[in-house]
Structure formats: C-alpha cells, structure tokens
Nanobody, 126 residues
Framework: QVQLVESGGASVQAGGSLTLSCGVY????????VAWFRQAPGKEREGVSR????????RYADFVKGRFTISRDNAKNTLYLQMNNLTPEDTAMYYC???????????????????WGQGTQVTVAS
C-alpha cells in the first residue's frame, strides 16, 4: 500500500522560509518522478515543482522560480521543498504526488500522478 505523508507546514510571516517534507512508503520511490502541488481555497490545484527519479532534472512553476527548491533523498524515500521569501499568495494546502509510471516524466497535470498525500497547510501572513 502506497502512502505519502507530508509534514512541515506552518504559519509564517511574509518573507519567511519553510521546508516541507514528504515521506513515501510502500513504493519503489527511486524509480518515479515526484512533485509538489498546492491548492488555495476556491482555486484549482496547481503544480509547484517536480523532480525526476534520479533527482537531476527539476521544473518549477513561474511563480516560485528563484524562491523554492525541490530535492529528494532516494535513500530515505523522502521528497523536500525548501521555500524562501514566502508571500501571502503562497498560502495553500501543499501536496506531494508520485507518478505511477516508471521512466515517464509527468507534466504539471494532476491527472498524471497516481499517488497523493493528504497535504500540509502553509499560511503566510502579511
């Protein structure tokens, strides 16, 4: 049974930093692309960043470029998202997601990811 468990969400002031983590269980983690998405109230889920199975290739949404860094530790089956210079617009539930197809690099379409965590809340106050 595959489980993704996010942690690290919190309430911070604008300009602050957070690091999100996602533990992946019951899954050949090192074979698959994983990603971070977010969803604010009343808005659609949107892709934030993704990383290939080897951790070499990354992609970022334009709204986080230069501020967020995605990384993974395949030995620990863990995905990370370092978030710096947070703004109130970054307030959302953040989800990690894992592809169900080894060797395939998904886009930021949520439907291309098979496994999802329950989310961790990030709130940024102005």
């Amino acid at each position: 049974q595959v489980q993704l468990v996010e942690s690290g969400g919190a309430s911070v002031q604008a300009g602050g930093s957070l690091t999100l983590s996602c533990g992946v269980y019951g899954y050949s983690y090192s074979r698959y692309c994983v990603a971070w998405f977010r969803q604010a109230p009343g808005k659609e889920r949107e892709g934030v960043s993704r990383i290939n199975n080897g951790g070499i290739f990354t992609r970022y949404a334009d709204f986080v470029k230069g501020r967020f860094t995605i990384s993974r530790d395949n030995a620990k089956n863990t995905l990370y998202l370092q978030m710096n210079n947070l703004t109130p617009e970054d307030t959302a539930m953040y989800y990690c997601a894992a592809s169900g197809s080894p060797g395939v690099t998904p886009t930021f379409q949520p439907t291309e990811y098979k496994y999802w965590g329950q989310g961790t809340q990030v709130t940024v106050a102005s």
